[in-house]
């Protein structure tokens, strides 16, 4: 094992356009960008990224020289003849002298956005992809690490200083919770783009559950008009059906995703349920929770449905 993980010689950035690109015999990180790249490592220690569209990595020598591996969303290729090992991201193909190999099935990865949804990860890699990308391959996929937990646009969404600095660029979101927010203490899910177009007719309508684009017309429509950024409750959406609370329990997000894939069309009501009236109502759930009435919701969720309580108005 040759780079494990030793920082590059060279780094390579390609053009907008279609490039072809070729590294040095030494350790390279080559960035293809938007277009359909051709790139060749060139030997040594290589980490590539093609970026969007079609690209091609490029390896001298027959295919049975080199050992080709995906794990979850990065090829490795070891050239068996000295062992060095290259791995690469969002390449659809890969070419040796004597045959190809079809990596289209293979998913995209975004080593930036793996490490802003690992925390812990940050202040190891920060933004340098080409570690993260090894680290999964090393350890992430093994240990089930989440890939695409973080969402660069609801981050955004989040913080009326990032709409304005950085509008709904979600690469730029991830790159700014790397390099400042995780140190600012600032956090990642404070805004759900699916939650935010839960509460809103017109933008169930329009976007039906793509949770990005509701983060996205949040950044660039809905902060300006003045619209909540999340005042839909799936806990209590949940505890105003019967049916949803017998199937979901107290998952919050699974009672917004309901709504906006079917409760909505259904006519169901967001929030039929009375958390104050169940918190008077019920002496030994007061002195558990106080005022806290997504706890009690939580509660009646939970247990006070199967024990027969509810929240039905106390008549004296
Ligand atoms: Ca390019
Ligand atoms: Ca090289």
Redesign the pocket.
Known sequence: MVRPYIAPINKIVGSAGNDRIS??????DIYGGEGDDWIS????A?YIDGGPGYDVAAYAGAAGRYAVQAVGGVVTVQDRSNGNVSWMVNIERIDFDNGQVDLSGVPGFNPQRYVASNPDLIPVFGIDSGAAAWHYVQYGNAEGRATNAFSGLDYIAGYDDLIGALGADAQQGIAHYIGFGFGEGRNPAGFNGLQYIAGHDDLIQAFGADRSAGATHYIQYGNAEGRQRGDFNGLQYIASHDDLLQVFGVDYDAGISHFVNYGYAEGRSRDSFDAVTYLNKYADVQAVYGADLDAATAHYVQFGFYEGRNDDPLIG
């Not at 490592?41 to 040594?44: A, L, P, R, S, V």
């Open positions: 590294g040095t015999t030494l350790n390279d490592g060139g030997g040594g290589d």
